[in-house]
Structure formats: structure tokens, C-alpha cells
């Protein structure tokens, strides 16, 4: 059944060793988000929507296990929280604890390695006398890529039993050729110290849908005032800037300066005393402010603006869902693992073609201008227009569905009800009859194939549909369709090639890929539709 006692979560982390490190994860929980919670489960009972019939659900057993906020690790997330440190993960990392607890699950939660070990070991015995029972309702939540060596370590000769039972919050995400070890030696720069895990891609959770391969777990974007409150706050001729550190200012005058002309520059970013200086002199700063405080500033503003990092964080939705236009530096080219140092030794190839690609793709204008910053008359133009529409109240506070406690609450419950990695043939998700065969353009990837007839790449389904059949029925006029190549184990395969029409499959199950294209290839493109606001899950889904 459903869990809205607070006091039973927080006293869950309480036992944690390292409690004092939960401190900003406990104050977000606390404060006004959790009633949230509650009243999100209350409007799906209310309105019947999805899976809430209790019988239906299960009950399962978690061990969540938070890395990088041990001691050991040495990263002080904790401690630097109100200097200006990251705090993306920290809103996540939350979130995902509120919802599992919300939805009745058992937590275990720790971030120390020595009570990871006993847990482990406690779990590992279990499955391995009762696996047939047990794996389906144990589920491991583990934090960070490289926490996975010490933990397949523990695991040692459960390992292959425990290995199916993983998810790994993977901020950024993991593509195929990092994520297989065999591929990544082939290749110098595919070899990284987060790569070579060989799960199932979509066992990563990502911070946003970057990647269908993939899973998207997301988060909640945190809004303080009611709609009757915020209406009442006036919106003063002001903007508040994107960058809680002092380096991420860095060569931003003369780009702040034009914005300066037309608002008043707001920011709260962590100074010393003796630092305060190297800002604009036309900045008030406010230093870093509690989450009520931020969305105050946030609903009295017209502008929030990036400087170009952080990349992705929660910040642009924040201000978005306030009633702020985003203008959003555009990159060209696009910020890379292959180009940029904050990237390098990520598991992935992606390109960010901005800092803030969500806001860019799923969100747009007039909520957001995306824009080149080193092309000062093309900021100037677009403040002024983003200016007017928010004047002539043409910009209207906007939140995707994804990214609100229900909508969190129902895309973690589907994952937790309906993926199988330890029987996946079995248990295939979305059932076969949300998914249409599609055959790319050549050079094209399924990612953007599905795309293009408003589908998304569905990677569950690769396995199933790599057989000379589907060839068969898709190219029956084809004298090669009958007897595909076998056996190649290339990144944009099953595919076509477009000169000589023969017909590969995939050669290797790691290698399944929705973003992978190479010229000359048509890809075969498993794509299904999905939800509005929710693009994880379909109407099949659920
Ligand atoms: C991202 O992490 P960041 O922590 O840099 O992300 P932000 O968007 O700056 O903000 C995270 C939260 O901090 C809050 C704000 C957001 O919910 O409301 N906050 C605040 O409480 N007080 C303040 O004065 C200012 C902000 C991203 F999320 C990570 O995944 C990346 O690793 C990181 C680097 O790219 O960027």
C-alpha cells in the first residue's frame, strides 16, 4: 500500500552512519515537498488513473546505495551544498527516495561501504537459495558507474544473479559502445573508468530523457508558491543569472552587459568575502538561497540566464515553471565528450547542442530562446523579444507532466512493476503491440527516425525483431532479405546497406543501439508512441 509517513522516511536515513551527509537530501524531503507526495497519490486514487489497484502492485525489498555521499568518497557534496556545489544530484537522489517510499517499498539506504558489504552479502544469500522467488522483488539502486566494482566484487559469486537486479543513476547516460568491453578495447578513446559494465543499457536511469536507450528517471521540478501566490507577486523589469560559482562567470561581462541594459541583473552565487568584487558591479547578488527564497526571486523575474554550465541541471525548469523565459546559450559545434574536458571519460558520445538540450527540444519558444551568446546584437534582440512576450503575457508558466510528483510517481512505478532484466524474454516491455517496425533514411538513427514520425526508439524490442523474418516482411521484394548477413557485430546494425541492399542482423546483443547511424546504412527501427508530457511510457505501457 501506499506510505505518506514522513517521519518514517526520515528516520530511515537518520540510521544511516553518515547521517549528517543527508542533511540537504532530509531538508528537501522535509519541507514543503512531501505533502506533495501525498496529494499526488490522493489525485491518482481519486481519479482511478493507472495502477492503483493495490493487489497489483508489489512490495519489494531495496537497497539503495548512495556512493558518493560516504565519507570516504571525499566529495563533500553535503558540505559544499550551500557553496555554490553541485546540487542536481542531490534534488534527484531526493526524489527518488520519496517515490520509492511513497510507493510501499522496503528501503535499505546507505552510503558506506563497509554496511554495504554486510547488506549485500545478507541479500546475495537470499537470492541465490530462493532466486526464482526472490529477484523479482529485489531491486538495488546504486549510485555512480564506478561504485559498480566494488560492488561486483561483494557480489563475487552471486554476481551473475545479482547483476540482472542492478540500476545505476547514470546522470549523463551510457551508449552501447562504452557499455560493451569487448567493443570499447577495440576503440583507444572508448575506454573509460565509468564504461565497460555490460548491463542491459536501459538498467541506467538518466537525470533526463537524454537517450532512449536509456531509462529516464528524472526528477521533481520544486515549485514553492500556489498559483493564487505567485499571481500576486509582481514581476519586476529583472533577471536572475544561472551560475551559483564564480568560475561559471568567467568572460560573461560583455554578454551580462547588454542584458544589463534592459533589466536589472540578479544572481545568487557563493562568494567569499574577499571575492565578492570580481562580479559585474551591476549584480546584486544574493548569495545562495534557500529553495522557498530562489522561487521567490525566481516568480518576481522576466529572464533566467545561462552562461553556458552547468550543463542540465533543474534550475531552467525551475525558472521555467516560475513564469521565467530561459535564454539558453547555444553550442556550435556541440559540447562533447570528444571536445570538451567536463565530458571526457563520460560513457557516452552524446552532443549537447546547447547547455540545457531539454529545455531546447521539448520545451522551446517563447518559454526558451536558445541562442549563439558570443553574438551580442542576437542576445540584445532576443531579450527585448523575450521581454515583450512576457509583457504582453504571451509566456506562460510551463512544467511537462514528466517533471511533476505525478508524474515521477507514475513513469518509477512502471519500471518498477514491468522491467525485467533477469527474464527479459519473457517479460518483454511495452508489450509487442505498442511497437511499429520502421525503416530508417540512410545515415540516419533509429533515435531520430522514430523521431521524425513522432514515435520514440523502443530498445527492448532490438532482440526480438534481429531475425531474417522481419526482413522478410519488410523488404519482400529483396532477393537478399531472405538470407541476412549474421554474425557482424557493428553499432548501426540490424540494418540495410544502401548500395548493394543486403541485409544485416546484429551480431552481438550488447551492441543494440538507438542513436547509432552510419552513412551508407538503413537502420531497422523498433519505435513506439508515448504520453503526452511522459515520453518513457505509451498508453500500452502502463
Ligand atoms: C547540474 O547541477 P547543479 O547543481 O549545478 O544544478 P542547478 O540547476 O544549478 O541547481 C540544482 C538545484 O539547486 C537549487 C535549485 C536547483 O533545484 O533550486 N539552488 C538553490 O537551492 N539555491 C540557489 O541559490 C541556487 C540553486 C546538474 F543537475 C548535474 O547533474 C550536473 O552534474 C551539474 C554539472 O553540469 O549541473
Partial sequence: SWNKNLTQLLSLINQSESKDNYAWIMDRIE?????LWSDAVVSFQRDKEFLLDNKMRSKRKILIYLGFLSKKSGFRIQQSATAGGPLGELVQWSDILSALFTMGHELIVTSEYEELVGLVLCVCVCVCVCVIFI?????????????LYLLSFVFSASWFVCFCLLRIIDTFGTEAPYNSLT?????????????????????????????????????????????????????KQQALVYGKSLYMWSGMQDYLSVISKHVEIHATVFT?????????????????????????????????????????????????????VFINPKFNPPHSSLNTKF??????????????????????????????????????RVVKQALQLIDTNKVKPYLPFEFTH????????????HQDFCTPHKNIWPPVRAVRLLVSESGQSCKDACWSRNMTCEPSHFRRINKPQTFEHLFSSSSSAARPYTGEAELHHPSVSEKLGTCYLQGDNLLFSCVSRTEGYLRVCPCRNFLRGQIALCPDCL
Fill in 406 to 417: 505525478k508524474g515521477m510517481l507514475q513513469r518509477l512505478n512502471a519500471y518498477m512493476e
Fill in 183 to 235: 567493443y570499447s578495447k577495440k576503440f583507444k578513446n572508448l575506454k573509460t573508468a565509468w564504461g565497460g559494465q555490460e548491463l542491459d543499457l536501459r538498467q541506467f536511469y538518466t537525470m533526463f530523457p537524454h537517450s532512449p536507450d536509456n531509462s529516464f528517471m528524472g526528477f521533481v521540478v520544486e515549485q514553492h508558491l500556489n498559483t493564487t501566490e505567485s499571481r500576486s507577486i509582481e514581476r
Fill in 272 to 324: 567569499n568575502s574577499n571575492e565578492a568584487h570580481l562580479l559585474p558591479s551591476f549584480v546584486h547578488n544574493h548569495g545562495i538561497l534557500s529553495g522557498p527564497d530562489l522561487h521567490r526571486l525566481l516568480s518576481e523575474s522576466k529572464l533566467f540566464i545561462g552562461m553556458g554550465f552547468p550543463y542540465e541541471g533543474p534550475a531552467p525548469l525551475e525558472a521555467i515553471a516560475a513564469g521565467c
Fill in 135 to 147: 529477484f523479482r522483488s529485489v531491486f538495488f539502486l546504486c549510485f555512480f558507474t564506478s561504485s
Fill in 343 to 380: 565530458f571526457k571519460g563520460k560513457p557516452t558520445a552524446r552532443e549537447l547542442t546547447s547547455q540545457h538540450p531539454y529545455t531546447e527540444h521539448f520545451i522551446s519558444n517563447p518559454n526558451v530562446f536558445t541562442v549563439d551568446i558570443s553574438n551580442l546584437k542576437e542576445v540584445e
Fill in 31 to 35: 519541507r514543503s515537498l512531501w505533502h
